[in-house]
T-cell receptor, first 112, second 109 residues
Framework: SAVISQKPSRDICQRGTSLTIQCQVD?????MFWYRQQPGQSLTLIAT?????????ESGFVIDKFPISRPNLTFSTLTVSNMSPEDSSIYLC?????????FGPGTRLTVL | GESVGLHLPTLSVQEGDNSIINCAYS??????FIWYKQESGKGPQFIID?????DKRQGQRVTVLLNKTVKHLSLQIAATQPGDSAVYFC????????FGQGTELSVKP
C-alpha cells in the first residue's frame, strides 16, 4: 500500500486567513483526492487532482475556496482560503494505488 | 442521489464476541466496495475489499459479505478485541468513492 504523509497534522487559524495543506506519497500515483470530514461525520470528496491538469471539483466545492496544486506524481497541496469557523474539519489526502484507495493521517483544522 | 448508508450508528460488543456491521448501498452500478477502520485522530485505514463478482471474501479475523440482490454489505469481525474499537465506514466505488455514515464499534473488556 502507498504511504501518505500530510503537513501540518493540525492547526488553529483565525477567520479570514488561508492554510495550505501538503500531501506527500512514497510512490508515483496518477490519482490523488482531497476529502473533508466534518466533526462526527463521514468523508466527503472535495476534488480529484491529476498531475498536469486542473483539479475536478465536486458539487458544493469551488476552486476559489479550495485551490489545489499537483506539480508531480508524488505531491499535492490543498489550500483552504478565507477561512470561517464552518471550515473546521479534518482534511484528508487520498491516493489510488493497486486498484484501491488509501488515506493519509489527515490535517485537523480549527478556525476561530 | 446515490448514497451508502449504515443500519446501526453504534455497536457495543463484549471482548471475544463476534461483531457484525451492516451497510446498505443504492447504486446498483457500483462494482467495488471497501471497508475502512478509523481510529480517533487517524485517517481511515483499509481493512478489506470486495468486487461485485464475489459474494464473500475473508481476511485475518474479518469477512465481508456482499448481497447484490438487496444491495447489502456487511463486515464481520471474529473474536473482537479492544483494539478493534473504532469507527467503521463502508464505501462504494461507482466512478468515485462514496462513503457511508459510519458505525462506532465499542468493545467492552
Amino acid at each position: 500500500s502507498a504511504v501518505i504523509s500530510q503537513k501540518p497534522s493540525r492547526d488553529i487559524c483565525q477567520r479570514g486567513t488561508s492554510l495550505t495543506i501538503q500531501c506527500q506519497v512514497d510512490s508515483q500515483v496518477t490519482m490523488m483526492f482531497w476529502y473533508r470530514q466534518q466533526p462526527g461525520q463521514s468523508l466527503t470528496l472535495i476534488a480529484t487532482a491529476n498531475q498536469g491538469s486542473e483539479a475536478t471539483y465536486e458539487s458544493g466545492f469551488v476552486i476559489d475556496k479550495f485551490p489545489i496544486s499537483r506539480p508531480n506524481l508524488t505531491f499535492s497541496t490543498l489550500t483552504v482560503s478565507n477561512m470561517s469557523p464552518e471550515d473546521s474539519s479534518i482534511y484528508l489526502c487520498s491516493v489510488e494505488s493497486l486498484d484501491t484507495q488509501y488515506f493519509g493521517p489527515g490535517t485537523r483544522l480549527t478556525v476561530l | 442521489g446515490e448514497s451508502v448508508g449504515l443500519h446501526l450508528p453504534t455497536l457495543s460488543v463484549q471482548e471475544g464476541d463476534n461483531s457484525i456491521i451492516n451497510c446498505a448501498y443504492s447504486n446498483s452500478a457500483s462494482d467495488y466496495f471497501i471497508w475502512y477502520k478509523q481510529e480517533s485522530g487517524k485517517g481511515p485505514q483499509f481493512i478489506i475489499d470486495i468486487r461485485s463478482n464475489m459474494d464473500k471474501r475473508q481476511g485475518q479475523r474479518v469477512t465481508v459479505l456482499l448481497n447484490k440482490t438487496v444491495k447489502h454489505l456487511s463486515l464481520q469481525i471474529a473474536a473482537t478485541q479492544p483494539g478493534d474499537s473504532a469507527v467503521y465506514f463502508c464505501a462504494e466505488m461507482g466512478g468515485k468513492l462514496i462513503f457511508g455514515q459510519g458505525t462506532e464499534l465499542s468493545v467492552k473488556p
